[in-house]
């Protein structure tokens, strides 16, 4: 199967975040798919770029959600908003939780309640989950073993997703020692490892940046998610 791949610049430096268009098939049949949608400033031009390039009213048969950093998601909200979505692949965590429950710390949570407080700290990936509602676009979870167009997703599997949820920065305090003892625990990151990460950024900005010392000069941090 022919399929051409190409990155598309998306903000700078360290804040550069993610798009990429993917053509498959052959020139007289072909599907396209984006993978991320970068910053929101930069919906607009994931937009003008596949009206110029693939005629006035192109259709996404994929996009895929890699993971919900702002980076990543934002511009996917303009993209659902002006350009027909047949499929949509993104984890959606909140619908996931309740496979988590029994790795949260607490233990008084309720489905409906862990439901809630998670999806209340996710609202970009809510927004775009309610667009796709909207437009009748297909929703589904990539976990392994999918197959995505010419791709083929290689993890999580749902059972490491159910381990790695609890460690996202934005979800209730997890059950470590559950965690541990399945030995998937990757340390979720507390406020002092925060503030030292934002520090180590700041001194990189002093430091020589090389092929292989990369040092994210303008002080960018990543995550694990």
Request: proline residues 5%; negative net charge; aromatic residues 10%.
């Amino acid at each position: 199967m022919h399929c051409e791949v190409e990155f598309l610049p998306v903000g700078s430096g360290s804040k550069a975040g993610d798009a990429i268009v993917v053509r498959y098939g052959d020139a007289a049949a072909y599907h396209l798919m984006l993978v991320d949608g970068g910053h929101a400033e930069t919906g607009d031009n994931i937009v003008a770029h596949l009206k110029k390039q693939f005629g006035p009213f192109p259709v996404l048969e994929h996009v895929v959600l890699t993971h919900s950093d702002a980076d990543h998601a934002s511009g996917l909200r303009t993209v659902l908003s002006e350009i027909p979505v047949r499929n949509l692949w993104m984890h959606i965590p909140w619908l996931l939780a309740e496979e988590s429950r029994h790795l949260f710390s607490d233990k008084r949570w309720t489905a409906e309640g862990l439901k809630s407080a998670v999806k209340a700290e996710y609202g970009t990936i809510s927004e775009i989950y309610d667009l796709a509602l909207e437009a009748g676009t297909n929703i589904f979870f990539p976990f392994q073993g999918t197959d995505i167009g010419p791709f083929r997703v290689c993890s999580p599997s749902r059972v490491a997703y159910s381990y790695l949820l609890p460690q996202f920065e934005k979800t209730p305090d997890p059950d470590q020692a559950a965690i541990e003892a399945a030995q998937m625990w990757l340390g979720k990151e507390s406020l002092a490892r925060k503030i030292l990460e934002a520090a180590k950024a700041a001194l990189h900005g002093w430091t020589t940046e090389s092929w292989d010392n990369e040092r994210l000069q303008d002080g960018g941090i990543t995550s694990q998610q």
